[in-house]
């Protein structure tokens, strides 16, 4: 079975999130708080990289409860920092708090992420290929910036929109791929 080339095959992980996560439609507020919240630690990094640390990030951010994320305080800070099995990246757990509160902001605001989002797409799914970056990600990247979030880019973005389902991406020899009909 063919898969998109940017998936190892030697990774069961990755397999089964490209098989069964990736550019699936998920508007599962919890989801999209979690995966903003992994997408932003990919800054730098593959997201390989990230997801194999998926349920150490679990584990380490009280299973992303937003309410008790958007508590950490240094104390919370130093464990994470110390935490071997996480990415340490101080400016990154930093943004992570600060990120969740503008999260939590953005869903009273909007009274979900999903909503929010669908400002921007009008509930559409975009299908494209071999793209890093487009229109839709750098005008939702801008605006989480200028809201005052931190490592979301509009690659970050991106990959985030593709990881949630909203672009759809599987290369055309990829047994998933499909065009919009």
Not at 27 to 33: P, R
Not at 78 to 101: D, G, W, Y
């Amino acid at each position: 079975m063919t898969r998109c080339f940017w998936c190892n095959l030697k990774n069961p992980l990755y397999v089964s999130y490209h098989d069964t996560e990736w550019c699936v439609p998920n508007s599962d507020e919890q989801y999209l708080y979690e995966m903003l919240i992994l997408e932003s630690f990919q800054a730098g990094l593959s997201w390989e990289c990230v997801l194999n640390k998926r349920e150490a990030f679990r584990v380490a951010y009280d299973n992303f409860d937003i309410d008790k994320v958007c508590c950490y305080g240094e104390d919370k800070i130093t464990e994470l920092l110390s935490n071997q099995r996480i990415i340490r990246n101080k400016l990154k757990i930093k943004a992570s708090i600060n990120n969740s509160k503008l999260f939590k902001e953005i869903t009273s605001e909007f009274g979900s992420f999903y909503n929010y989002l669908n400002t921007f797409t009008n509930g559409e799914t975009i299908f494209e290929v071999g793209k890093t970056t487009n229109d839709l990600s750098d005008a939702i990247s801008h605006n989480l910036i200028k809201r005052g979030m931190k490592f979301v880019g509009s690659t970050i973005i991106y990959s985030y929109l593709q990881a949630i389902g909203i672009i759809y991406s599987h290369d055309k020899e990829c047994f998933l791929y499909k065009q919009k009909q």
